[in-house]
Each structure stands twice: as C-alpha cells, then as structure tokens.
C-alpha cells in the first residue's frame, strides 16, 4: 500500500537539502520498524518519492512524501510511529491512503501531481527598510493591474525575460485583501477552491518577525512551469523602489497544489 | 526553537550549511547550566570527514554518559565559512548547544594525520584561543591532543596544554574528576597541568625541557620538576566491557562513511614494518562475539542505517570471522543492510563472503603487497606472497571478478630498482592469469588492473623510524622507472597507474619525525595561509617552502637524514609498549630480509605483554602448553 504523508519543515533544518531530506526520512523508517517497501537489486533502496522540492532556507507546512508498504497498514499508527523518530525541524502533519489505481493503469507520480504552492513572504528584521502595509498593498494592486509582469528568469544555464504574470495565482497581505483575480486573463481560467482563511492557518512552522510585514502568494510549481516567490517579490520591491536582498525575506511554503483548473491541497 | 550561531544569511551563503546546525539524530542535548565541565571535541577537518571517525563517537558517549559532564563536538570551517567568520569576528562554536568555543573547559583534538595541524590552528584560532599554549590565560579551555598523531607530539607541542596517548578509555574520566577537584579547591590552571601531568598517559609538553647539541641533535630531553620522565601508553585490556557507542550519531549530510561503524578488534598481529598502527595499537584484542552481535543490531536499529561496516586493521585475523559473517548475512540481509568487509586477506573464504554480501561485477578485489618482489615484501615483513596473490586472483576471476587493486610503496629502505620493477611485473602476472585461465565466452570484458604508489613516510615507533626518506627526486624517477617498465609488460594496456603527489609526503615526513623546532613552521604556514593541507585542491607547497625559509629550519635534516642507533629521538620519552630494542632488531632483520613469525605464531618479546591481554596472553599459554608437553615426552 502507499501512503501520503504531509509535513513541516523548520527552524535550523531548514537548511537540510532536499536529497538530505529523503535520507532522513528513509531512517526514519528503518528505525520506526515499518514493512517499507524495497528496490530489488544489490543495493535495493526504499520507495520513497516527495511532490516538490523546498529550497535551502525556506520553511513548510506543506511538504509531502509517498512511501510504499509491503502491509496494509493504519495511517494513525504509521504516523505516530514515525513521530517517536522525528527531532525538532520536522513535523508529520497528516497521512493518508493513496488509493490503489485500476489494474493496468500507472498510478501518477507524486511530483507530477504538482501544480501550484503557496508561500508566505515576510520581511525579515534588522534588513533595512520595511515598507508600510498601504504601501506594499498598493504595490500590490499595481502589479497586478499590469498587463504584464516581465521579471529576468534564470536556470542553471540562461537567463531569460519571462511574463510571470500567468503565474501568479493569487497575491494578498495582511488579512482583508485578496486579490485572488476573477479575471480569467489574469488566472488563465484556474480557480482556487481553499478559502483565503484557511491558506493562512498554514503557518504553524513559519518564522514570526517583529515588524509584521508580509504578504502571501500562490503560484505554478512542479516540472510544467516553476516560478520563485523570490521572483514576484523581486517584482514588488521594484514597484515600491526598495531595494531586492534576496536575504531579507524569509519563505515560507503553506501549500503545495494539485489540480489543473481546481486547486486541492495535496491531502485533499 | 534552538537558536543557531550563524544567521540565516550566512547559512545561506555557504556550502553544505546542514554542516554547522548539529542537532543531528543521537546527538545529545544537555543543558550547560546544569554541568560542572563542558567538554568540545574536535576532528579538525571538514565536517563530512570528521563525523566519519569512530574514535569521537566512543569518548563523546563515553563522555556524556557522565551526569557532570556534556560533551559536544566541533568541525573545521570549511574556508567560505572560514572567511566569513573572520570578517564578521564570529568566534567558533560547538555544533550542539552553537556556543562559543572559547567558553568550554576542554578542547579535545584528534589527530588523525599530520596534514591536520594548520586546521588545528585554524580551530583554534577562529575560536580566539591564543595559538601558543604558554601564552593561555585562565578563561581559556585546556587544549588536549589526542590519536595516532601523538606518538611524536613534539612539532605541535607548543600549541597544546596535554596530550593524551593511547586509548580513551582508560583514564579521561580521572582526568575530569581531577580537574573538577582542581577548580572546586579554587586552583589555577597550572595547579590542574601538573595534577594532571601525574596521570598515567598525559603528557603535559610545558613541564618538559629539550636541549640540543651544536650538530642540532637532542641532547637532553628532561621534566622540569616532578613530572614523570616517561610518558606510558595507555590500553583498554578488555574490549568488550568497555565503552562503545550503542546510539551514533547520524549527520544530516552524508559522511565520508555513511555507515554504522563496527570495530571488531583493535591491533594487529602482522608487524609489517613500515606500519604504525601495527605498532602502536599491540597487542590485538578482540571484541567477544556476543559483543559485536548485539552492538551490531542495536546500532542499526539506532540509527536506521542501511550500511554496517567491520572496521580493524586486519579483519581476516579475527578468529571469529566466519561465525560474526554468518550472524551478519542473515541478520542484515533480513533488515537489507549491507556489510561493508575492507581488508580482508583475498582466500577461498573472503571471496565466498565477498560474493555474497557485493556485486562481483561491479566490486574489485584488493591486495596490498606493497612491495614488488618478494625480497622487498620480506624486508617490509609483508606475509604476502606472490603464489598467494596470483591464486587468490585467478579465484577471484573464476568467480566472476575482473577488477584489481594493488596498492605499493615507492622508498621503502632497501628497495633496490629492480623491487620497483617488479611491481608492473606482479600486475602483468595477474593479468596474465586472467587471460591465460579464463576462457573468452565467460570473460567480463578486460581485466582491470589498478597500480597505486605512495611515497613512503617513515613513522615513529616503526623499525623503519630511523630510516631516510627518499628525496622527492627519487620517489619521481622510481616513478618513472616504474612506469617504463609497466609499459614494456604484455598486458600494459589492462594496467592502469596511480601514484601519489610528492610534496605532501615529504611534508608529511618532516610533520611525523619533527621535533619542537618544527612548530614555527607549521605556525608560518598557517600564517602564510596553508589550511585544509589534507585537500589536494587546497595543499600549496609554496606556503610551506616560504615557512620554511622564514624560520630557517633545514626539512632535510628530519626527512632525508639516516638517524644513528644511540641517537635520542623525538618522542623516545613515550613508553609505547613497543620497545626501542625490538625496533632495532626488526630493522636490522629487515637489513637481512629476514621475516618475523606474526604475533600468533610466535611471540617476539616486542614489550607488549606487561599488558597481559590479548594475544600475548593466548600465545603465552600456548607456548606454555607445547613447552610443558615436550618435557612430558
Ligand atoms: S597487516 Fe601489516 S600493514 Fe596491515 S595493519 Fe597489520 S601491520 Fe599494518
Ligand atoms: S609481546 Fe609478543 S605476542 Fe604480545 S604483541 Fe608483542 S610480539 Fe605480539
């Protein structure tokens, strides 16, 4: 059987790379005593696969992995076993059963479910300026007035201008706005299903800073297009003439999606 | 949330940060207000490297088990952090609880290779503890050395308050009750260096004297006041009631050994003669076989580790091989850990296991003759010889195996050309009986033969401790003879041929059989920027060349120089249990090519059996018993 499990990632492990992060978790479960399931070969290795890899020094509430049993287990038991192994940095949030696919069929991987994450940017203190709410609000609402939003994207390799604006799925601050478009030109026809109020209670893991400001933000991740929240906040800074540090924010994932023109947290 | 000493900006600027955040799985968390002694150790290398050493993992957990006492653990800065930290004036920090350096009551350093010692100033330094132990104040932790690096402890002995030599076990735990009496009776620093200078097996450098002649030689080598004149090595005698770690420590990243650690045994019953560790670690002690069975499982479930590796210096001679094997196979194979087997003697019985635990396909069998011919490998006293090598080879390629390794040294004294030939001469042997014997259908390609020299250091506490080195000039044209010669063989293009840099071995002659006058010049080096000297990438000769100029000490003198048999020796005043006299026989043996029995086959009164364990014991009572039985008769 598979099970899904969502977690947190936080604090000092924040800094823990993604390969690292599988490692651990594979102990996790040889010291848990849990039937995983093995690769065959000579060096067989578990069956272990993650949605959406977080970069070095973000934190999440919304991190997932799948892993393979050999038994039919109880998703309870498989957590609160795994939570006896798990030190600070980690949190196991929930886990589901993934439902076998109809014989013949492949199941969908994992990461390519993924279609959009929702991060928290906040202002970190002792970075020079913060703007105040209004002024980032209103930066806000600019950018998203813009026909296009043109930020230089770059890979390993090149480096591109690229019109993110498709991207962004939602952009919001504070509490009361939420300019999650209703403009299809603007979402490219994607609706968003979770409340605004929920997205924000996805913040058990993140770093709270004393000036406050923040803003959140949804947009396409996964292997199709994968846009940085440090992209559109690079954005928001040049509207507001601030200068872009990319230290001076801290990251935080709240939700990774799947779904095409509906969006579903993945432990929906 | 634990509060980490580096901000997140730096963390994000470095590599591999999940170096510096500790915490790691089985680390232990204590906190600092309710302990009398705070204790760092430090493996000064890169993190990944240091987290591989066994020795930390057994004094850390031997340390905390103490409810006085927490234990933490500290790395090398890797040299991106290594400028941060000193633009910024970050000091140095523990990886547990992220605290200063400076604030601890020990600085435990092991020495694992001489080509640490611009690290240890480095750590040192970073920490902002003075470099120059004569010149620490009261508030600064004491500064201990500890590993194989100490039996010559002379050319670093001005950067350290003691040195520890031998074993952990035996006596750290007097030494923390002392200094707890020393600090609770209001004493100074001082008053703790010579309370602890009386412990068995601390060597204290500051209460010793060293005085030399005109012709630069030691003349007198002295304790200043009643510090005992030797210094004696110490010896766990029984290794399986003592400290091991049942909980390692599992790092975040991947360590050089990504693995749970099984030490099977400790010493070696060969005596080659170039090898230290078959010196300084006698007698051999094995651990009992109920020991290592439950170690092994209770470390794996521990730690959830995929890996378990045997470790010892020879694990064919433990004489329970084949029952701990066969316990392993199942055991691990039920949980899928693989069993990590180096140094096994390559016979019937290794292949069968190596079959069974690797991928013949993908794995190479290893033999270190380290000399080319057999006079060579009876003048080392290497009990290998070539009908063993060649045999063992050729079952390894019936069974499937098509990869070779063979590792030689290049100057070993005696060597003659024609041993040098006679290495690419052995690998064509081999690869001979590959194409000879192995008939094409069930061949696995070609055979692939790798040739690795290194350049011989002569060691302290070796018969080979006198000997001169070779100069960097001959160690290249023994090379390039070598190389010739491989190309003349039949079989040249199976042969592929690694040798090693010149210039770290040279350095690292004058590191092993320096005395005191050598720290100036690894202090220089450090200054001149030489750090992480270890890392190909990083070592820069030149830094050491200009040290050397500036402090005017001749390398030549302690690398290329043949010592006279009457000569005091840098760290003669060490008691290793090896005595000078049995060094000298097997030297002049060596001399004659004449091989000594192993310690199994006959005791050589090498001076280890005032220990009474391990295998003197086992070989005495034999002996004892065939004595008794011949005067029956
Ligand atoms: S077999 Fe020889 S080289 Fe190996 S550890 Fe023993 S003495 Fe040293
Ligand atoms: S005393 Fe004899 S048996 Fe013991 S280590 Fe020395 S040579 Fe070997």
Redesign the pocket.
């Known amino acids: 059987m598979t099970l899904r499990i969502r977690f947190a990632k936080y604090g000092a492990l924040r800094f823990i790379g993604h390969l690292d992060v599988m490692r651990y978790f594979q102990k996790v479960i040889r010291r848990a005593d849990l039937p995983v399931r093995y690769s065959q070969g000579f060096t067989p290795h578990q069956i272990m696969t993650f949605a959406h890899p977080l970069s070095l020094g973000v934190s999440s509430d919304a991190e997932y992995m799948e892993i393979d049993f050999t038994e039919e287990l109880d998703p309870d038991d498989v957590l609160s076993r795994m939570r006896a192994q798990i030190s600070e940095g980690f949190a196991l949030i929930s886990c589901c059963v993934v439902p076998e696919t109809p014989e013949g069929t492949r199941s969908q991987s994992l990461m390519s479910l993924v279609s959009a994450a929702e991060y928290m940017v906040s202002w970190k203190d002792g970075y020079g300026e913060v703007p105040d709410e209004s002024a980032l609000r209103d930066a806000m609402h600019e950018l998203y007035a813009q026909e296009s939003i043109v930020v230089e994207k770059s890979t390993k390799k090149t480096t591109a201008d690229t019109d993110i604006k498709p991207f962004i799925y939602r952009i919001y601050s504070g509490g009361e706005e939420f300019l999650a478009p209703s403009d299809p030109a603007f979402t490219g026809n994607k609706v968003i299903t979770r409340s605004f109020a929920e997205g924000i209670d996805n913040l058990a893991h993140a770093d709270i800073f004393e000036n406050g400001r923040r803003f959140f933000v949804c947009v396409a991740s996964g292997s199709a297009v994968n846009i940085k929240p440090g992209l559109v906040t690079q954005a928001l800074c040049e509207k507001m003439g601030i200068e872009y540090n990319r230290h001076a924010y801290a990251l935080h994932r709240m939700e990774t999606y799947k779904g095409d023109t509906e969006f579903l947290p993945l432990d929906a | 949330m634990r509060r980490l000493a580096l901000s997140d900006e730096i963390l994000e600027s470095i590599d591999k940060p999940a170096r510096y955040i500790g915490h790691e799985i089985n680390a232990v968390m204590k906190d600092p207000e309710k302990v009398d002694i705070r204790f760092c150790m430090c493996f000064p290398d890169v993190y990944e490297v240091g987290m591989s050493h066994l020795g930390i993992m057994i004094l850390y957990d031997m340390f905390n088990r103490r409810e006085d006492t927490y234990c933490e653990r500290v790395y090398s800065p890797w040299p991106d952090l290594d400028a941060i930290m000193r633009e910024k004036h970050i000091p140095l920090f523990a990886v547990e609880s992220q605290d200063p350096i400076k604030d601890f009551d020990f600085l435990g350093i092991t020495l694992q290779y001489e080509m640490c010692y611009t690290n240890v100033l480095q750590v040192l330094d970073l920490s902002g503890i003075h470099l120059m132990a004569s010149e620490r104040g009261e508030d600064e932790p004491i500064v201990i050395g500890g590993g194989p690096c100490v039996y010559n402890p002379e050319p670093i002995a001005d950067f350290f308050d003691i040195f520890y030599i031998g074993e952990g076990e035996t006596v750290y735990y007097e030494m923390l009750d002392t200094y707890k009496r020393i600090k609770a009776e209001g004493g100074k620093r001082e008053d703790f260096l010579k309370a602890a200078s009386h412990i068995e097996g601390l060597y204290v450098p500051s209460l010793y004297e060293v005085e030399y002649d005109e012709s630069g030689l030691i003349y007198r080598f002295e304790p200043k006041g009643d510090a005992p004149a030797r210094i004696k090595r110490q010896v766990v005698s029984n290794l399986s009631d003592t400290y091991y770690p049942e909980k390692p420590i599992v790092p975040y990243i991947k360590a050089i050994q990504d693995r749970v650690t099984l030490e099977i045994q400790r010493g070696?019953?060969?005596?080659?003669r170039?090898?230290q560790?078959?010196?300084i670690y006698r007698p051999i002690r094995e651990r009992s076989l109920e020991f290592l069975k439950q170690y092994a499982v209770d470390m794996i479930k521990n730690t959830g580790y995929e890996e378990i590796n045997l470790s010892s210096?020879?694990s064919s001679d433990y004489t329970k091989l084949k029952e701990l094997l066969e316990f392993l196979i199942t055991e691990m194979g039920n949980r899928k850990v693989n069993i990590s087997l180096p140094?096994l003697r390559i016979d019937a019985f290794a292949l069968d296991v190596m079959g069974k635990v690797q991928d013949v396909k993908k794995s190479s069998i290893t033999f270190?003759p380290?000399g080319g011919t057999q006079y060579m490998r009876d003048v080392i006293n290497?009990g290998l010889t070539e009908e063993q090598i060649l045999t063992g080879a050729l079952d390894a390629f019936r069974l499937g195996w098509n990869k070779v390794k063979l590792y030689f040294m290049l100057g070993q004294p005696f060597e003659r050309d024609e041993d040098v030939c006679g290495i690419p001469i052995l690998a064509d042997k081999i690869a001979r009986e590959y194409y000879e014997n192995i008939p094409k259908a069930t061949r696995n390609g070609k055979v692939q033969i790798t040739v690795s020299t290194s350049y011989f250091v002569p060691k302290p506490f070796t018969p080979f401790q006198w000997a001169a080195q070779i100069t960097p000039d001959e160690y290249l044209r023994r090379k390039n003879l070598l190389r010739a010669t491989l190309s003349e063989q039949l079989n040249a293009k199976s042969i592929k041929y690694n040798w090693h840099d010149s210039n770290t071995s040279i350095l690292e002659g004058l590191l092993a059989r320096g005395d005191r006058r050598v720290g100036a010049v690894i202090l220089e080096a450090y200054k001149n920027g030489a750090l992480f000297d270890a890392w190909t990438d990083h070592f820069d000769m030149q830094r050491w060349l200009d040290a050397l100029e500036t402090t005017g000490v001749d390398m030549d003198f302690y690398t290329l120089r043949e010592r006279n048999a009457d000569e005091i020796l840098p760290w003669d005043f060490i008691d290793a249990g090896v005595s000078k006299s049995f060094l000298a026989r097997e030297y002049d043996r060596a001399r004659n090519a004449t091989v000594t029995l192993n310690c199994r086959q006959r005791c050589s009164a090498c001076g280890c059996n005032e220990w009474n364990t391990g295998v003197c014991v086992e070989t005495r009572n034999r002996q004892q018993k065939t004595a008794a039985k011949e005067e029956e008769s």
């Open positions: 070696c019953i060969r005596g080659c170039f090898c560790a078959g010196m210096l020879s140094s270190a380290e290497k």
